[in-house]
């Protein structure tokens, strides 16, 4: 539906197709006047920052149809969401098509994946301050399919973004780590390795650290099999 795009937020810059379309209006705190200056039939919102569907409906002379897609916990949230959004902009079968050529590429690359014979871990690392992600999490849902224990689990109650801290990390001795901190923090391999008492980590001593595509890992939609390519490449390696 991109054609039928007419703006989006300052940090909405993906696909490469939208950078013509990018303004200056916060994601954070968006403003209703200049949304409603590009005069839309439809506007996307994630959540209601700062009441902004009351805003919009009550500052407008037309009527605007305001769709809120809340964060995915699951891959059938993303799917509902893909068929919602194709019904929305009178794309149903686009949204059909890409669903199902979603949930073909994640078979494949899930395919020959089993659970490891003995118990393995990983660290799924969100900057380099070390903070991460639960099994409660959307990509922890992605994760546990595949039977390796997340060491995050646990770690501080009703906290699914804890920050963990280098002592516990070692402890634990992750079999993989996955690093979602390339771009923004310059993480890579050699550079984990380098951290103090980290050397004795199985997941640095098999090279088991996988680096992954922040923009792909932070900002999902049908790229979250991208993501999950990527996670379950690492995970084969990790279980041989």
Known sequence: AGDQVVAVDSLSTYPAEVADKVTKISAYEPSAEAILGYTPDVVLISN???????????????????????????LDDVYKQITELGALTGHDKDAATLIESMKSRIAK?????????????????????????????????????????????GIEAGNDYPQLNAEVIVKANPAIVFLADTKCCAQNAAEVSKRPGWAGIDAVKNNHIVELDDDVASRWGPRVVDLLEQIAAGIMAASK
Do not use: C, H, R
């Open 109 to 153: 690359a899930t395919e020959n994946i089993s659970a490891p014979m003995s118990a393995k871990s990983y660290f799924y690392e969100l900057d380099n301050t070390l903070y991460s992600v639960t099994s409660n999490t959307f990509v922890g849902a992605l994760l546990k399919p595949f039977g390796f224990t997340n060491i995050a689990d």
């Open 48 to 74: 209601d920052m700062n009441k902004i569907t009351e805003q919009l409906q009550s500052v407008s002379s037309q009527k605007i149809t305001v769709w809120t897609g809340a964060a995915a916990a699951t």
